[in-house]
């Protein structure tokens, strides 16, 4: 379970990783040799209370798969599912509307059983501030309206006080990302947009890599107990103080790294006071 309040300004924190079923993670030490894809959710489940489903991105959700998977996890456990990319990367203005009652639908298990703790909308570098782009995400947010929703942005020309305060309007997360600082790519700010979430993805700070296209390059980073701590000094203090739930997910996933940082980043919280032991 996430760390229940402390004091006034510490919120619950929900700690994970940006998906969990990945072959090389038995490799590395994370399963036991031999396990399967299938077996994977519940020993995920041992050791974190969330997850980020990274499925939901390349495929649309199904009510039936999603309900299987909540049969794998506790009752408290929580999942943020990524928004499928028909209505991120890949738009059809034709027929957008009707992905987004699809993902709706799909979702729906999680709504439900209250396990879903945000929906993320990561776009792409591309996507930046223009007209289209702007009437677009607002359009999308208001046929989304009433889910718990979080946007991540790699353009940097949305790191905007209009972009923020029309987030904060419809009470929807803006994404705090820790990434490379290259330019164009959208910063790594402390900026709260709903009181009740903030929502944090790690992505490792690979800066020769992050362009490569190449995903086993990109995202391929070990956090040290030093970034880890001017993190949590810099940003995390900031945050806890503006919102009642956090959560954070670390996406370094190619040999293992995500859970390692996972685990120690709760390590230094709990030694600092930010997490219940």
Same mark, same amino acid.
């Given at each position: 379970?996430?760390?229940?309040?402390?004091?006034?300004?510490?919120?619950?924190?929900?700690?994970?990783?940006?998906?969990?079923?990945?072959?090389?993670?038995?490799?590395?030490?994370?399963?036991?040799?031999?396990?399967?894809?299938?077996?994977?959710?519940?020993?995920?489940?041992?050791?974190?209370?969330?997850?980020?489903?990274?499925?939901?991105?390349?495929?649309?959700?199904?009510?039936?798969?999603?309900?299987?998977?909540?049969?794998?996890?506790?009752?408290?456990?929580?999942?943020?599912?990524?928004?499928?990319?028909?209505?991120?990367?890949?738009?059809?203005?034709?027929?957008?509307?009707?992905?987004?009652?699809?993902?709706?639908?799909?979702?729906?298990?999680?709504?439900?059983?209250?396990?879903?703790?945000?929906?993320?909308?990561?776009?792409?570098?591309?996507?930046?501030?223009?007209?289209?782009?702007?009437?677009?995400?607002?359009?999308?947010?208001?046929?989304?309206?009433? $889910?718990?929703?979080?946007?991540?942005? #790699?353009?940097? +020309?949305?790191? =905007?006080?209009?972009?923020?305060? &029309? /987030?904060? @309007?419809?009470?929807?997360?803006?994404?705090?990302?820790?990434?490379?600082?290259?330019?164009?790519?959208?910063?790594?700010?402390?900026?709260?947009?709903?009181?009740?979430?903030?929502?944090?993805?790690?992505?490792?700070?690979?800066?020769?890599?992050?362009?490569?296209?190449?995903?086993?390059?990109?995202?391929?980073?070990?956090?040290?107990?030093?970034?880890?701590?001017?993190?949590?000094?810099?940003?995390?203090?900031?945050?806890?103080?503006?919102?009642?739930?956090?959560? $954070?997910?670390?996406?370094?996933?190619? #040999?293992?790294? +995500?859970?390692? =940082?996972?685990?120690?980043?709760? &390590? /230094?919280? @709990?030694?600092?006071?930010?997490?219940?032991?």
């Amino acid at each position: 379970m996430p760390a229940q309040k402390q004091n006034a300004v510490t919120p619950a924190l929900w700690i994970g990783t940006s998906g969990y079923s990945y072959p090389e993670w038995v490799e590395a030490g994370i399963y036991p040799p031999g396990t399967k894809a299938g077996q994977m959710l519940p020993l995920y489940a041992r050791e974190f209370p969330v997850t980020e489903l990274n499925y939901t991105w390349y495929q649309m959700p199904r009510a039936e798969a999603v309900e299987r998977q909540r049969d794998l996890v506790p009752p408290n456990f929580r999942f943020c599912a990524k928004l499928t990319r028909t209505l991120t990367h890949e738009v059809d203005a034709k027929t957008w509307r009707n992905e987004a009652e699809k993902y709706r639908a799909g979702i729906a298990p999680l709504v439900q059983s209250r396990q879903l703790l945000a929906i993320l909308m990561q776009f792409s570098g591309g996507f930046d501030r223009s007209l289209k782009h702007r009437s677009y995400l607002g359009a999308l947010l208001g046929e989304l309206a009433g $889910l718990p929703l979080a946007v991540e942005f #790699r353009n940097a +020309a949305w790191a =905007n006080d209009k972009v923020f305060a &029309e /987030l904060a @309007r419809r009470q929807v997360s803006l994404v705090t990302v820790d990434e490379p600082e290259l330019p164009g790519l959208f910063p790594s700010l402390d900026v709260v947009t709903n009181p009740d979430l903030f929502y944090v993805r790690f992505h490792g700070r690979n800066a020769l890599g992050w362009r490569s296209g190449k995903m086993a390059t990109q995202f391929d980073y070990d956090y040290s107990d030093g970034e880890l701590e001017a993190w949590m000094d810099e940003k995390l203090r900031g945050l806890i103080e503006r919102a009642k739930t956090g959560a $954070l997910f670390f996406n370094n996933h190619v #040999r293992g790294q +995500a859970p390692r =940082n996972a685990r120690r980043l709760i &390590e /230094l919280l @709990r030694k600092a006071g930010l997490l219940a032991a």
